[in-house]
């Protein structure tokens, strides 16, 4: 597929996604395809949260919107997902140079708020895509529900694991790492929840399994209520195997804080989460360096080069991806909207994908990985 091919492809999924989400609104006279004509339109930017491949598909996607619309892009990104402060000195770039809008991936909740109203003030309008930040002037956030991508990667490290372990006896421990961002909590709890609730509906307590002492007897406890106590116990057990380790922002912290968690539990864990690509890659350095590969079911999140390589080696067993192309895309596409005085609805789910060995070649996983090759 060629790469005129493949960006048309993207934009005609980018096109599904704001005619649906423009169904919700009363404003639908904005043509998909923007001005090629040359006809300049002013400054967007576009601030993004740390040097990565999935920031770089952002990038893409906001410039090939920036070019049918019209508008030049002012790029910038952040060193990490915890530094606002350069986020913070790219917004009063963005406003000195007359930026009609701000499309951002807020490295925090709250301290970016005093820089967004200054911006509000000028009239700058303001995107965020990834994550949300805590301030009404928020015009639109478009992401991928952090909670249901949680959840994606909790149903596909349980179906892995069901393969070898229909009933979920042997499960044993499981680690997460974190990463800093707002996006980690709601992606982790979207993970327990539904591997909690898989677990518990595979355990299985027999009524030979369980005896009434002879005080539960006198208290008129039955057989099916000793049954259901003790599934509640087991699986009270469950979930105090869940670990989380301490949050990292950088890859090599995320593999110390892993092999500190798999040296301390050994061979207990056998599932292990990263929430963004830094903490999926240092939970795999610290699984390749002690050859656990083959003991642990890795999941993590996002589509970086080397994260795909390591699911090529069997180190990472699936990664959730989120369709960073999109994000950059429509997210340029409502900030042109809302600096143009029209509706936008107020969040727009983007999706998430779920990548294994086994899918990872198909043609919708392959353009949703390289949006612009060739």
């Not at 070898?164 to 982790?188: F, M, Q, V, W």
Request: net charge negative; hydrophobic share 35%; charged share 25%.
């Amino acid at each position: 597929m060629n790469k005129n091919k493949r960006r048309g492809l993207f934009r005609a999924l980018a096109a599904c996604a704001v005619s649906a989400a423009m169904l919700a609104t009363s404003s639908c006279s904005l043509p998909f395809l923007g001005d090629k004509g040359g006809r300049q339109k002013g400054t967007i930017a576009v601030i993004t949260k740390q040097q990565l491949s999935f920031w770089d598909d952002v990038k893409k996607g906001a410039e090939d919107a920036g070019d049918e619309l019209g508008y030049n892009i002012l790029y910038s990104v952040a060193d990490g997902d915890n530094d606002y402060v350069s986020q913070i000195n790219a917004i009063k770039e963005a406003i000195n140079k007359g930026a009609k809008a701000i499309v951002i991936a807020p490295n925090s909740t709250t301290d970016l708020n005093s820089v967004f109203k200054e911006a509000e003030d000028k009239g700058v309008k303001i995107v965020n895509i990834n994550s949300k930040a805590d301030y009404d002037g928020v015009a639109s956030l478009i992401c991928s529900s952090d909670y249901d991508s949680g959840a994606v990667a909790a149903r596909n490290a349980i179906k892995m694991i069901k393969t070898t372990d229909p009933k979920l006896s042997n499960i044993g421990k499981i680690a997460i790492i974190g990463h800093t961002a707002s996006t980690a909590e709601n992606r982790i709890k979207g993970f327990t929840d539904v591997i909690t609730n898989q677990v518990a509906a595979t355990i299985e307590v027999k009524e030979e399994d369980v005896e009434l002492t002879a005080e539960e007897l006198a208290d008129g406890k039955t057989i099916e209520e000793k049954i259901e106590e003790e599934k509640k116990a087991q699986l009270e057990k469950f979930k105090k195997g869940i670990e989380q380790g301490e949050r990292c922002a950088k890859r090599d912290a995320a593999k110390e804080e892993a092999l500190k968690l798999l040296k301390s539990d050994g061979n207990g864990i056998t599932v292990m989460l990263g929430t963004n690509t830094n903490t999926t890659l240092g939970i795999c350095d610290a699984v390749n360096e002690l050859g656990l590969e083959t003991n642990i079911t890795v999941v993590g999140f996002n589509s970086d080069e080397e994260e795909i390589g390591y699911i090529k080696t069997g180190v990472l067993d699936g990664t959730v991806i989120q369709n960073p192309y999109i994000m950059g895309y429509v997210g340029v596409r409502f900030a042109h909207k809302v600096a143009n005085n029209q509706t936008v609805p107020v969040e727009l789910d983007t999706g998430a994908t779920f990548v294994t060995p086994s899918n990872m070649n198909d043609d919708y996983v392959q353009l949703m990985l390289y949006p612009t090759k060739k």
